[in-house]
């Protein structure tokens, strides 16, 4: 996804090159879940918003609907984007989306260097500032980051408490069906 993956293989139909392809799970889901962020959860959302967080010249994408992405995405799923987070907040809140809506930048997912930062809406810029977390990265926006609090399954094996076992305030644990 965004990861140029149809311009390469439209360049190799044009070449008379056969291609196969070879199906996998995105970064934006496999990489978040690694992280102990699932991209979906039935008592948060019922779709998922994906999408890059620069357009084909580097800037923040003007061809998106950001007041329209504002109002509906109820999780939203960004690549590419650190670079214009300040930009891409901004306009969110300026579409009204909370301040303090949790966002979860996940860096290098399932890499041994793999860095997360959990921060909101309103402090995600400074913090990644302040974090110095990078690129590449994938950005979270939405409830279901607070899910990591309790699927944060890396720091448990290595002794972490887990944070919430219900972080959401939604179900008894037994409530499962």
């Not at 907040?89 to 966002?103: K, S, Y």
Request: glycine share 12%.
């Amino acid at each position: 996804v965004f990861g140029r993956g149809g311009e390469e293989a439209q360049t190799l139909v044009q070449a008379g090159i056969r291609l196969r392809v070879i199906p996998g799970i995105s970064a934006g889901i496999g990489g978040l879940a690694y992280a102990g962020i699932p991209v979906t959860h039935r008592d948060v959302n019922q779709s998922v918003t994906f999408l890059s967080g620069h357009d084909r010249t580097g800037l923040t994408p003007s061809a998106i609907d950001w007041d329209g992405l504002g109002r509906s995405a109820q999780v939203i799923v960004m690549y590419m984007a650190i670079k214009h987070m300040p930009d891409i907040c901004t306009r969110l809140i300026a579409a009204g989306r909370a301040a303090d809506e949790p966002v979860a930048i996940v860096q290098n997912a399932t890499r041994e260097d793999m860095k997360v930062l959990e921060t909101t809406l309103a402090k995600a810029a400074d913090d990644i500032t302040e974090s110095g977390i990078g690129a590449p990265s994938i950005v979270c926006i939405g409830r279901v980051v607070l899910m990591r609090q309790c699927l944060d399954w890396m720091g448990q094996m290595v002794g972490e408490p887990v944070r919430d076992t219900d972080p959401l305030g939604v179900r008894a644990i037994s409530d499962t069906a």
